[in-house]
């Protein structure tokens, strides 16, 4: 497990795209955790955010992820508000296991979620997932909230939707045998805040991209798109263009 401090761009790995980002600001901790799917996510293909709580500390949590095997989440946000980066974002991490292979767990259905295609859970495939240090139903702390609330920002701008109430959900909400992150979690607080999060920084409008997806998709390229901003479209232009290339030599 790879462990260090760094910045939001070391942490992605997507240099030149944090400095603009609402979440620009934050503290990083990388704390990779093997748990994670292969796949070929760009703007468009993420569509909402998981809140979870950890029911334990920061510390158990990354003990938990690093074990290859089991669960996962892209982040975590310890009590004084430093985010662990478990698994970048480009890829699929495994927090959530309704609308999966046990459709018994299934809660309330989000109208932006995809079908079950067979490979993970529908959620976990188009969804961000933040693990809360701490349990559900006690208080989190305000440097929860504010790192909560840039990094709802940050994910939303990276991936062109709007950081709304139908889009931000609960563990709790999708999942029969999960409350996460609690009934004391205070919505109000963090949609107060993601909005002048999203404010400060300056971010435009948010247009949605169509959700579209390479084929298999190159890490690296992949990375490189994402700093450029780049939608799927876009993407399958540079892919055309660059086997035209090949084909050349
Ligand atoms: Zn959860």
Redesign the pocket.
């Known amino acids: 497990m790879a462990t260090g401090e760094g910045s939001v761009a070391e942490a992605m790995d997507v240099a030149g795209v944090a400095a603009a980002m609402p979440d620009a600001g934050l503290r990083f901790r990388a704390a990779a955790s093997p748990n994670r799917g292969g796949t070929c996510r760009v703007p468009g293909d993420v569509r909402g955010i998981v809140i979870?709580?950890v029911e334990g500390t920061m510390a158990s949590a990354i003990s938990t992820f690093g074990k290859s095997g089991g669960s996962s989440a892209h982040y975590g946000i310890d009590v004084d508000g430093t985010v662990v980066a478990f698994v970048p974002e480009g890829d699929v991490a495994f927090?959530?296991a309704a609308f999966g292979n046990r459709p018994a767990l299934n809660r309330g259905q989000p109208d932006w979620l995809p079908a079950y295609d067979g490979r993970w859970s529908s959620v976990n495939a188009c969804t961000v997932g933040i693990?809360l240090a701490g349990h559900a139903g006690r208080p989190f702390t305000a440097a929860q909230y504010a790192a909560l609330a840039s990094l709802c920002a940050g994910i939303a701008t990276r991936w062109g939707f709007v950081p709304s109430r139908d889009r931000v959900v609960s563990?709790g909400s999708l999942q029969v045998d999960?409350s996460?992150p609690g009934d004391a979690f205070d919505w109000d607080a963090l949609f107060a805040m993601v909005a002048a999060g999203m404010r400060e920084a300056g971010v435009p409008g948010i247009d949605a991209p169509a959700a579209d997806c390479l084929p298999d998709g190159d890490r690296e390229v992949l990375e490189v798109v994402h700093a450029l901003g780049a939608d799927a479209a876009g993407v399958r232009g540079w892919v055309e263009r660059l086997g035209a290339y090949e084909a050349q030599r």
Request: glycine share 0%; hydrophobic share 10%; net charge negative.
């Open positions: 979870h709580s927090h959530v693990e563990h999960r996460d």
